[in-house]
C-alpha cells in the first residue's frame, strides 16, 4: 500500500503479509499473517510486529510452511528495497 499525505506527498510502503485472497461464496477472505514492512522513501524499512510472528508461529497459528514462506517474502522485499528493485515497480 502507498501511502500519501494530505498535501499529495508520498510517505512511503506499507506491506501487510497475507495469505492469498480466496473466494468463498460470494465473499473473499484472506489471513494476516502478522509481520509487516514500513519502507520510507529514503529506501530505509521497518519489521513491524516481529515478536507477534514469531509467537503466532509458536503457539501453531500459522503453519510451518507459512512461517518458512513468510521469512523468505520478506527477505526478498528488503533486499529489492536495497538494491533500488522494489521503488522501480512504482515509477
Do not use: C
Amino acid at each position: 500500500m502507498q501511502l500519501i499525505g494530505n498535501d499529495g506527498d508520498h510517505l512511503g510502503y506499507y506491506v501487510d503479509l497475507d495469505t492469498p485472497t480466496r473466494k468463498v461464496g460470494g465473499e473473499y477472505y484472506l489471513t494476516d499473517l502478522f509481520l509487516d514492512l514500513w519502507i520510507a522513501t529514503d529506501r530505509t524499512f521497518i519489521e513491524l510486529d516481529r515478536e507477534e510472528f514469531e509467537a503466532s508461529f509458536l503457539s501453531g497459528l500459522i503453519t510451518p510452511y507459512q512461517y518458512r514462506k513468510v521469512n523468505r517474502v520478506i527477505e526478498t522485499l528488503k533486499d529489492k528495497v536495497i538494491h533500488g528493485d522494489f521503488f522501480q515497480l512504482f515509477s
